[in-house]
Nanobody, 126 residues
């Protein structure tokens, strides 16, 4: 079982930036950030498929959020810029072994990951 620990959440003003970190025990070839606003369903924020070197972003965060990975530090990052109130949510790091890049993308779209962190709260106010 892969252990995932998120950090970096907090309360900021709209327009500001935050960086979330996800420290993992073992890297898998499909790793993602997802979020869940209070009372709403979980949604994909970004996912990286190391099998084909592709990163996907949710439409609501494209151009504002950047996902990266440092395998020497066993850490996944989510740089969040130009934050909006609607970005307020619990943010989760997740991982799964995917047999293909398409499989990784589908897992992300269906929230189908084998390992999850406990989450870190991000609150954006106006």
């Amino acid at each position: 079982q892969v252990q995932l620990v998120e950090s970096g959440g907090g309360s900021v003003q709209a327009g500001e930036s935050l960086r979330l970190d996800c420290k993992y025990s073992v890297g898998l070839n499909c790793m993602a950030w997802l979020r869940q606003p209070a009372g709403k369903e979980r949604e994909g924020v970004a996912v990286i498929s190391t099998r084909d070197g592709v990163t996907y972003y949710g439409d609501s965060v494209k151009g504002r959020f950047t996902m990266s990975q440092d395998n020497t530090e066993n850490t996944l990052y989510l740089q969040m810029d130009s934050l909006k109130e609607e970005d307020t949510a619990m943010y989760y790091c997740a991982a799964v072994f995917a047999v293909s890049g398409r499989g990784c993308y589908n897992a992300w779209r269906k929230n189908n990951f084998s390992s999850w962190g406990r989450g870190t709260q991000v609150t954006v106010s106006s």
